[in-house]
């Protein structure tokens, strides 16, 4: 992980737009930071995607429609949202297995105390793992087990699938047909495009947590790979790029100066004013939204939105008749 960590940014320092993967944000500090900005008024994803699930799970359960079901998720967090499908489910089927990917050992180790401490008669089989690995472990784990329902649902939440361009994220659900049966289906939660002022404004809370969450990338370079960065020296600067249809984070230098990364024996020369580009997150118009769950080969069954239109989770299968993949 350290070393996957001095890898990106050795390379990602180097290249003529700076750049850091932002899968690099979630150590403890970050984790916790993300959590705090979940709970600032501008940040309204979480929230709105969080009373779309609640009113929508008894749907979500009647056009699923099994007994039993397999539930794994990409990238699960704390839980939090998963708590409000986890409870009407375990009350309804005979049998919930639960498969939280994530690759925090920590928040994975704690939400599925939580959790089992919550539901006793809920089987968790945590995956420490990228979505990938994760996703293949999982398929290898169940063949192996006949105890585990077959019927799956994959969810990816929280809008995570924006950090991805729309090509990335195509191939992402591509990949994750693989994972699925025709019977089986796929929760994606999707950030929806809307008024410019509110996205700016979600991305640039009036009490900088997001900016600490920005810098916060800059700190743990100087924890893990003994960087020199003065944090001072750098702003947080976001914004929506319309034509891009993304939500850019970048870490702006506010002078001309010079840092060392102790862990690469590196240096890095900064002018003024140049950024580190550390963060994109697409937000979905309905038509790119169906061009891209088209262009996947699945189909959506079956969509949740709020009314002001600001957010929305699809249910997705595959095209019946498609061939295997
Ligand atoms: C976790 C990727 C969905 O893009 O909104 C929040 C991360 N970055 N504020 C997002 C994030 C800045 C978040 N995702």
New binding site residues.
């Given amino acids: 992980m350290n070393n996957e960590f001095a890898k990106d940014v050795e390379k990602g320092l180097g290249d003529k737009q700076k750049h850091i993967s932002?899968k690099f944000f979630y150590d403890k500090n970050g984790s916790k930071l993300?959590e705090e900005?979940c709970n600032q008024p501008e940040?309204y994803?979480n929230r709105i995607e969080s009373l779309i699930l609640k009113r929508s799970v008894d749907e979500i359960m009647n056009i699923l429609g099994e007994k039993e079901l397999s539930i794994i998720e990409l990238g699960n967090g704390n839980s939090l949202k998963t708590r409000i499908l986890l409870q009407p489910f375990l009350a309804n089927l005979k049998k919930v297995c639960y498969f939280p990917i994530d690759v925090s050992l920590k928040m994975l180790k704690i939400s599925i105390k939580d959790l089992s401490k919550e539901y006793v008669n809920l089987e968790i089989f945590g995956i420490c793992s990228d979505y990938i690995s994760g996703l293949m472990k999982m398929n290898d784990f169940m063949k192996l087990k006949n105890s585990i329902p077959k019927n799956k649902l994959i969810m990816f939440l929280?809008?995570?699938i924006?950090?991805f361009d729309p090509k990335e994220a195509k191939n992402f659900l591509y990949f994750l047909k693989r994972y699925i049966r025709q019977e089986d289906a796929l929760l994606i939660g999707i950030d929806l495009e809307k008024d410019k002022t509110i996205l700016d404004k979600a991305?640039n809370d009036k009490k900088g947590i997001?900016a600490k969450?920005n810098l916060n990338i800059l700190a743990r370079i100087n924890r893990e790979l003994d960087g020199e960065f003065k944090l001072p020296c750098f702003e947080h600067k976001s914004f929506y790029n319309i034509h891009k249809h993304r939500?850019e984070?970048h870490l702006v230098s506010k002078q001309d100066q010079e840092i060392r990364v102790g862990a690469i024996e590196k240096s890095f020369h900064f002018k003024k004013g140049e950024t580190i580009h550390t963060?994109n997150?697409y937000k979905y118009s309905q038509n790119n939204l169906n061009e891209l769950v088209e262009s996947a080969g699945l189909e959506v069954i079956q969509s949740f939105t709020d009314p002001r239109k600001q957010y929305t989770l699809i249910l997705l299968k595959k095209v019946s008749g498609t061939a295997k993949s």
């Fill in positions: 932002p993300f900005i940040y994803l929280g809008s995570s924006g950090n991305y997001t969450f939500i984070m963060e997150s």
